[in-house]
């Protein structure tokens, strides 16, 4: 395995520049741990040019040419570690030569390669084609009855010339929700990461069906930047979640900018959301904006910081629906006095974070967002409503005692009442009723413990553990969870006095075994066991539920119900 890693440096270093940039790795795929894991490992931080774990980063080309001269000398690789370079180099064969990509064998035309059900390869384009499907069963013990998830779509994604990548993908998915997912529709009418559905009559229990589409463009006018344009999602942070822009909501149209240059990565984001609700389900929902910027350094090789800004708004100007606020489309200039300047009522965020890696072992990360807050206030202890702000701090720690691929992550998590709520409900950070960063919106403390186990390179055990505390709203109330609700009342009947978890006081523990063992190149056979309790003083709030599932997944990431 050394030698054949060895060898292929020599082969593709020079054979990927040729290549054009093409697509990116999906979000919440088996390769980011492992960037992650191999990040932390050698002991340096990416460069810009390379990927970017902060931003999400993560280029199928640059992926490739990260691993084919990956310096192994010095670092204590175990056999799974070489095993997942390979692996890294099979789902991204396009972009490098390695020998271990081909298949051995190929039937009618297919298989060529091992990661790809149709592939071609050449110096002008590339075009891979794969099947995406998920079909599990599962059973959930508070609703009684059976659950599942059929979904089956196919993913093409390729690149014309050195310039251009594209991605599309499609599917159709029935799902039979859990308990929670369930309760998560009867409240918000859409479930996490869908947009409109359609419910079966002909049964007695709530099944979905819809479709899901993602695609875009991915266009290099030079070796600094790229632009990606499309539909999709985004997710920008260190840890398990983020109080920045999360893929917690459905895919939405957006136009993003990637400059690296020096030690320096620089994101722009313009998106455009929908506010839904069920009485529109026959009519066209409103639409608002949101403009994000994102730049972090690296100060070393091991520390990296990041500020972070973003500002959501609306401009119907008595239209149902108005335009993107060209103000807005200007990529290096801070948002706030843009708005200030406007006398606009639009919604401001801003944040930062810092990574640092050390030890070739250990990772911690902290992240901090403000929406809105007075000196004053947070000085006098007073609680007043307008401090909004979220926290988060959280380590990694890979190896675990000298035990190959053994990681562990804990993670805490903290955001005040009314956090990103604005005094207009189309000013929310929500698109189709789906939080745009954290799912539980505001108003909690979160704990996570993560322990992830690769034994073989097939086979991956992950255990997670979420104990959440939030206050929740009762008979039309709002206390600062739900974060599309205006904050209007909260001035005229509550602006002092708030405090976290205020309301009815509500936990949630939530614990998951996940097993899965990959047959051949991202398929995965898996058993999943998981345990919900929810607790109140309010009794309708309370619940217990133990699902099981057993499934097969191809080509399609581990979906998580873990809100």
Not at 61 to 80: H, M, T
Not at 181 to 187: F, R
């Amino acid at each position: 395995m050394k030698v054949r890693l060895l060898i292929s440096i020599v082969l593709c270093c020079l054979a990927n520049l040729m290549y054009a940039q093409g697509s990116y790795i999906p979000l919440q795929s088996t390769t980011q741990h492992l960037l992650d894991r191999f990040e932390i490992k050698s002991g340096r931080l990416a460069m810009p040019e390379e990927f970017n774990t902060s931003a999400k980063y993560m280029q199928r080309q640059r992926i490739a040419l990260y691993i084919d001269s990956f310096n192994i000398s010095g670092l204590k690789l175990s056999k799974v570690d070489y095993a997942n370079m390979e692996y890294l180099q099979n789902d991204n064969f396009e972009f490098t030569n390695a020998e271990s990509t081909k298949s051995k064998k190929s039937i009618l035309g297919t298989y060529k390669y091992k990661s790809a059900f149709f592939g071609l390869k050449s110096k002008d384009y590339t075009l891979i084609l794969n099947p995406v499907t998920q079909l599990q069963m599962g059973y959930d013990t508070k609703l009684k009855q059976l659950t599942q998830i059929n979904n089956r779509g196919i993913e093409l994604r390729g690149t014309l010339g050195n310039k251009i990548g594209f991605y599309s993908t499609f599917s159709n998915e029935i799902i039979n929700p859990n308990s929670w997912v369930e309760n998560y529709y009867q409240n918000n009418h859409v479930i996490p990461g869908a947009s409109y559905l359609k419910l079966a009559t002909d049964t007695s229990t709530l099944q979905i069906n819809h479709n899901t589409a993602s695609a875009y463009l991915v266009i290099q006018p030079n070796k600094f930047i790229d632009l990606q344009f499309g539909h999709g999602r985004n997710f920008i942070g260190n840890g398990y979640r983020t109080f920045y822009i999360s893929d917690f909501s459905r895919d939405h149209l957006f136009l993003r900018a990637n400059t690296h240059f020096w030690k320096i990565n620089y994101t722009n984001i313009w998106g455009q959301i929908y506010d839904w609700s069920k009485q529109s389900q026959r009519i066209l929902p409103k639409r608002h904006f949101y403009a994000t910027t994102y730049a972090n350094v690296n100060l070393s090789k091991s520390v990296n910081i990041g500020l972070f800004q973003t500002i959501v708004f609306q401009r119907d100007s008595g239209y149902s629906n108005g335009g993107y606020d060209l103000e807005y489309l200007n990529p290096v200039i801070f948002y706030k006095p843009i708005e200030n300047g406007l006398n606009s009522p639009d919604k401001a965020i801003l944040g930062g974070d810092i990574k640092w890696n050390f030890a070739k072992h250990f990772q911690i990360y902290s992240q901090i967002v403000i929406s809105e807050f007075r000196i004053k206030d947070i000085i006098n202890h007073n609680g007043w409503f307008g401090n909004k702000w979220a926290s988060q701090i959280g380590a990694k720690y890979i190896d675990v005692f000298g035990i190959n691929n053994l990681d562990l992550q804990a993670e805490l998590n903290i955001a005040r009442p009314y956090m990103y709520t604005s005094f207009s409900s189309l000013n929310a950070y929500v698109n189709f009723n789906q939080n745009m960063a954290h799912p539980m919106g505001a108003n909690f403390y979160e704990s996570i413990g993560i322990i992830r186990y690769q034994p073989t390179h097939k086979l991956f055990l992950k255990a997670t553990s979420m104990f959440i505390t939030y206050g929740a709203d009762t008979n039309g109330s709002n206390w600062g969870q739900n974060i599309k609700l205006p904050y209007v009342s909260v001035v005229l009947n509550q602006e002092f006095g708030n405090t976290i978890a205020q309301g009815v006081r509500t936990n949630i523990l939530l614990m998951d075994l996940n097993i899965s063992y990959m047959i051949k190149h991202n398929l995965f056979i898996e058993t999943q066991v998981q345990y919900r309790k929810a607790s109140s003083n309010y009794t309708p709030y309370n619940s217990t539920a133990i699902v099981c599932n057993l499934g097969v997944r191809w080509n399609f990431n581990e979906r998580r119900w873990d809100f």
